[in-house]
């Protein structure tokens, strides 16, 4: 009961802090990035690792370049979602821009519902909120619920307020099929970590085998859906830009894991450009090959 008042308290206080503008919150970050980097040492160590095993080529001073940026970065995100509570539709699209998104309006003016590949890379959650602003179909995201039920209502609460479905991974078919008579446009983010049950295969990423989620393939190959890869660029402070670049148009001719290999293929390329923007803190190489 205490644990749930906190949780309600805090989500309150969350919404508060979400009607001050954006430059203010920033500057709240560059608080918050002192106090998770050199205070807390939040996820460091993991941090640390992460980007030795990932640039092997890099001198340890380069890779602690990196990592400041990195959370640097993580503080500013961690505000930019806190205000998704209440950003209005014209600032979201002024935030994210978007280049080839005609390139899908031709797929669904046919009838056909497409498949979108992005990983956590830059604000993802604000870009699937401006992604369903910009296009005629609806936008269905694919998720990992998270088990505090306060802090997913408010999560759900933000993520949905303008028209975007979202399903929880174990219900991807189910909600496919609620919507199988119109265009849909059905969003994963494909870099997340399967558990230790679902495992079945390793791809080559950033000089580590990976394990891999296999969604996107089997749904690609059993519905033969065009795929695109979302490619998100940091133009400035709160600011982004989305790169539509087809992926891949005939996927139940693709070699088995060939689809997986291609979306990390795509992510790992963006990541060397600019790698301060990908998630290091999550544990990512926590499963290895037998």
Request: charged share 25%; net charge positive; glycine share 4%.
């Amino acid at each position: 009961m205490i644990k749930r008042g906190i949780a309600h308290l805090s989500v309150f206080f969350l919404y508060l802090l979400s009607l001050l503008p954006l430059p203010l919150l920033f500057f709240f970050a560059r608080l918050l990035y002192y106090l998770l980097y050199y205070i807390i040492g939040y996820r460091k160590k993991v941090v640390r690792q992460n980007l030795i095993h990932s640039f092997p080529e890099k001198s340890i001073d380069q890779i602690i370049s990196i990592e400041r940026k990195f959370f640097q970065y993580l503080a500013e995100l961690i505000f930019e979602i806190i205000k998704m509570t209440t950003i209005s539709k014209k600032e979201t699209l002024k935030r994210v821009k978007f280049t080839g998104l005609e390139q899908i309006e031709k797929h669904f003016e046919a009838g056909e519902s497409v498949l979108a590949c992005t990983g956590h890379y830059g604000n993802w959650e604000l870009g699937t909120l401006a992604l369903g602003l910009s296009i005629s179909a609806k936008t269905m995201v694919i998720y990992k619920p998270i088990s505090n039920k306060i802090f997913e209502s408010w999560f759900d609460a933000f993520r949905t307020k303008y028209g975007n479905i979202f399903i929880a991974m174990r219900q991807t078919l189910r909600g496919m099929a609620t919507y199988k008579n119109e265009p849909t446009l059905l969003c994963f983010a494909s870099d997340q970590a399967p558990t230790r049950e679902e495992t079945k295969y390793f791809v080559d990423f950033l000089h580590q085998p990976t394990a891999a989620l296999l969604g996107v393939e089997k749904i690609a190959k059993s519905t033969n859906r065009p795929i695109y890869y979302f490619k998100v660029r940091v133009v400035k402070k709160g600011y982004y830009h989305v790169d539509v670049l087809p992926m891949c148009f005939n996927p139940s001719t693709m070699n088995e894991f060939e689809i997986t290999n291609l979306h990390f293929k795509f992510l790992e390329d963006i990541i060397k450009e600019q790698p301060q923007y990908w998630l290091w803190s999550h544990k990512r190489w926590k499963f290895k090959p037998e």
